[in-house]
């Protein structure tokens, strides 16, 4: 069998992909083993969010008190109840992927691929040929072999969704984005929770700074042992977790150690290029090439950067330099932008500080503890730190732990994108009462250490002094 292009995995990355792949052939074949709704969709970003967003409606009722609201001690979290809407909202989420197969008709197969070569692979039992092979396989949870011995009391983020309910102990073992998201989200429930790590960091947080200010405010919320390997063993009908300071009984373990591409004996090895020690091949971000070769490789399964907007972007980028008349050598990436939606909100735009700092930078920053309208909602709490050109004054990136950090970190990855100056975001109106005044501030402080190029006359407005005008 021939056809113009093949599409291997109908997450993100490749319903992306076909969307650009449509535009140019209508001689093209879907491949996916498994499921049909997208990782982000079906158990990572979306119902996540949906189970944060309980969480943190139900945690407002410790705030009720300081606003003169009496009674929350009488409310309570129905944790079937707030797992069944996630798993509802959930499966609105996958209907559209989910309907693709019945869309496409003959040019979808539920099945594997595997490769035989640069312009060939192997779907089920038929041998296809192909001009252009675009790879979106995707990724899975890892969870090492000893930990299997345990069932179904090791849960991963495919499986937690499922549950009709939730044990009283739960260990979490890797403190990255979703470990954080989910730990936090756990204890807010209620549970007694614990989250282990065998590194001191944080939600992913790279500068010490914000990860100084973030780690108390988890740790008053989640107990954490930090900076040792975790280690399961039996105890009775729950399970020891020990890790650096101490251990914890669980009923379960949610292991949060990363995903693993889905490359196994996807046939990496029949293109002939070197594969990394993961059986990875390099990848061109511009255009998500292998080599020289008609094979792009997209979204989670590259390690790129695994994120659902970036799966997106990948699958677009791969589709387009598929095409027969693809011109130029790729397209350029977005600024980087990562959000963890703990509480505070963790959120870095650009680059991380450590690669900053291969460079001159200047550093400006802002404490949220203080920040006037945080204080009204009573979420006063985190660190903004913004980093800049000292020469040219150009804002480079930032990271923070902050309540709202989504919407600050989405405007200054426009002015990185843009390549705005500090004096530039100066000269923009802020309005009054609102968290921005937090941006500002930071801004103000970074503008003592860079040149004062662009902006406008009223880019140099210093504070007035007075909480209730600043």
């Given at each position: 069998?021939?056809?113009?292009?093949?599409?291997?995995?109908?997450?993100?990355?490749?319903?992306?992909?076909?969307?650009e792949?449509?535009?140019?052939?209508?001689?093209?074949?879907?491949?996916?083993?498994?499921?049909?709704?997208?990782?982000?969709?079906?158990?990572?970003?979306?119902?996540?969010?949906?189970?944060?967003?309980?969480?943190?409606?139900?945690?407002?009722?410790?705030?009720?008190?300081?606003?003169?609201?009496?009674?929350?001690?009488g409310?309570?979290?129905?944790?079937?109840?707030?797992?069944?809407?996630?798993?509802?909202?959930?499966?609105?989420?996958?209907?559209?992927?989910?309907?693709?197969?019945?869309?496409?008709?003959?040019?979808?197969?539920?099945?594997?691929?595997?490769?035989?070569?640069?312009?060939?692979?192997?779907?089920?039992?038929?041998?296809?040929e192909?001009?252009?092979?675009?790879?979106?396989?995707?990724?899975?949870?890892?969870?090492?072999?000893?930990?299997?011995?345990?069932?179904?009391?090791?849960?991963?983020?495919?499986?937690?969704?499922?549950?009709?309910?939730?044990?009283?102990?739960?260990?979490?073992?890797?403190?990255?984005?979703?470990?954080?998201?989910?730990?936090?989200?756990?204890?807010?429930?209620?549970?007694?929770?614990?989250?282990?790590?065998?590194?001191?960091?944080?939600?992913?947080?790279?500068?010490?700074?914000?990860?100084?200010?973030?780690?108390?405010?988890?740790?008053?919320?989640?107990?954490?042992?930090?900076?040792?390997?975790?280690?399961?063993?039996?105890?009775?009908?729950?399970?020891?977790?020990t890790?650096?300071?101490?251990?914890?009984?669980?009923?379960?373990?949610?292991?949060?150690?990363?995903r693993?591409?889905?490359?196994?004996?996807?046939?990496?090895?029949?293109?002939?290029?070197?594969?990394?020690?993961?059986?990875?091949?390099?990848?061109?971000p511009?255009?998500?090439?292998?080599?020289?070769?008609?094979?792009?490789?997209?979204?989670?399964a590259?390690?790129?950067?695994?994120?659902?907007?970036?799966?997106?972007?990948?699958?677009?980028?791969?589709?387009?330099?598929?095409?027969?008349?693809?011109?130029?050598?790729?397209?350029?990436?977005?600024?980087?932008?990562?959000?963890?939606?703990?509480?505070p909100?963790?959120?870095?735009?650009?680059?991380?500080?450590?690669?900053?700092?291969?460079?001159?930078?200047?550093?400006?920053?802002?404490?949220?503890?203080?920040?006037?309208?945080?204080?009204?909602?009573?979420?006063?709490?985190?660190?903004?730190?913004?980093?800049?050109?000292?020469?040219?004054?150009?804002?480079?990136?930032?990271?923070?732990?902050?309540?709202?950090?989504?919407?600050?970190?989405?405007?200054?990855?426009?002015?990185?994108?843009?390549?705005m100056?500090?004096?530039?975001?100066?000269?923009?109106?802020?309005?009054?009462?609102?968290?921005?005044?937090?941006?500002?501030?930071?801004?103000?402080?970074l503008?003592?250490?860079?040149?004062?190029?662009?902006?406008?006359?009223?880019?140099?407005?210093?504070?007035?002094?007075?909480?209730?005008?600043?």
């Amino acid at each position: 069998m021939k056809v113009d292009t093949v599409i291997v995995g109908a997450g993100t990355a490749g319903l992306s992909a076909l969307r650009e792949v449509r535009r140019y052939t209508d001689d093209f074949l879907l491949v996916n083993a498994g499921h049909w709704g997208t990782t982000c969709a079906a158990v990572g970003c979306m119902p996540s969010k949906a189970l944060i967003e309980a969480v943190n409606a139900f945690h407002r009722r410790g705030s009720f008190d300081a606003f003169g609201i009496r009674g929350a001690d009488g409310l309570r979290a129905d944790i079937p109840a707030v797992l069944a809407r996630v798993r509802k909202m959930r499966d609105g989420f996958v209907e559209g992927p989910e309907a693709v197969p019945g869309k496409l008709g003959k040019r979808a197969i539920s099945g594997r691929a595997r490769l035989l070569g640069p312009g060939r692979l192997q779907v089920n039992d038929n041998e296809i040929e192909a001009r252009a092979i675009l790879l979106a396989p995707g990724s899975s949870p890892v969870v090492p072999e000893p930990w299997r011995d345990f069932g179904d009391r090791i849960l991963t983020t495919d499986s937690v969704f499922e549950q009709k309910d939730l044990p009283r102990r739960i260990a979490v073992i890797g403190m990255g984005a979703i470990g954080v998201e989910i730990a936090q989200a756990l204890a807010r429930l209620g549970l007694e929770v614990a989250g282990f790590d065998a590194i001191e960091a944080l939600a992913g947080i790279d500068d010490a700074k914000v990860l100084a200010a973030f780690r108390p405010l988890l740790e008053a919320e989640v107990a954490l042992y930090m900076g040792a390997a975790a280690e399961l063993e039996a105890a009775g009908d729950a399970i020891r977790v020990t890790g650096a300071g101490g251990s914890f009984i669980a009923d379960a373990v949610l292991a949060a150690i990363g995903r693993r591409p889905n490359i196994d004996d996807l046939g990496l090895d029949t293109l002939d290029v070197p594969l990394d020690e993961d059986g990875l091949p390099e990848v061109d971000p511009a255009s998500l090439r292998i080599a020289d070769l008609p094979v792009f490789l997209a979204g989670d399964a590259n390690g790129y950067r695994p994120l659902m907007h970036e799966a997106a972007d990948e699958g677009h980028i791969a589709g387009r330099m598929a095409a027969p008349d693809a011109e130029g050598d790729g397209l350029c990436r977005r600024t980087p932008l990562s959000i963890v939606f703990s509480s505070p909100q963790v959120a870095r735009v650009g680059p991380p500080l450590s690669e900053l700092r291969d460079g001159k930078i200047a550093s400006g920053s802002a404490d949220f503890s203080k920040q006037t309208r945080a204080r009204m909602a009573q979420t006063a709490a985190g660190l903004l730190r913004i980093h800049a050109d000292p020469e040219t004054g150009r804002v480079l990136g930032a990271e923070m732990c902050l309540p709202a950090a989504e919407h600050l970190a989405h405007l200054l990855a426009l002015a990185v994108e843009q390549k705005m100056t500090v004096a530039d975001m100066l000269a923009m109106p802020f309005y009054h009462p609102v968290l921005e005044e937090g941006l500002r501030n930071a801004l103000r402080d970074l503008s003592k250490a860079v040149a004062g190029t662009g902006g406008s006359d009223l880019s140099d407005c210093e504070k007035i002094g007075h909480d209730a005008l600043d």
